[in-house]
Nanobody
Framework: QVQLVESGGGLVQAGGSLRLSCAAS????????MAWFRQAPGKERDFVAG???????????YYADSVKGRFTISRDNAKNTVYLQMNSLKPEDTAVYYC?????????????????WGQGTQVTVSS
């Protein structure tokens, strides 16, 4: 069983930055695929960024087109934590952001590919 706890959300002006953190329990964190999704009111939960495990401490990163060049996903296996650095934030980035973990090691773009989810953290970007 893996538990995920997100933090770091808040209110920020357009053009600002936030860093989200996701702390995970579990002894095999290194081999899990990890991802961030977001869900705006009245919309579906969308993939934002992911890290797929490729063996040892090697990962492949994926980003949604809407966040490429602005967001960066990273992980610190020693701390069992994954991060989402969000720069140049826009009002359309406003959503609840969720951390997700996949025991398969893959970070795919659909939420059905994940075994565990955090409770979410609100990000609000004002114009």
């Amino acid at each position: 069983q893996v538990q995920l706890v997100e933090s770091g959300g808040g209110l920020v002006q357009a053009g600002g930055s936030l860093r989200l953190s996701c702390a995970a329990s579990g002894r095999t964190f290194r081999s899990y695929g990890m991802a961030w999704f977001r869900q705006a009111p009245g919309k579906e939960r969308d993939f934002v960024a992911g890290l797929s495990w490729r063996g040892e401490n090697t990962y492949y990163t994926y980003y949604a087109d809407s966040v490429k060049g602005r967001f960066t996903i990273s992980r610190d296996n020693a701390k069992n934590t994954v991060y989402l650095q969000m720069n140049s934030l826009k009002p359309e980035d406003t959503a609840v952001y969720y951390c997700a973990a996949s025991s398969s090691g893959r970070a795919i773009g659909v939420h059905s590919g994940y075994d565990y989810w955090g409770q979410g953290t609100q990000v609000t970007v004002s114009s």
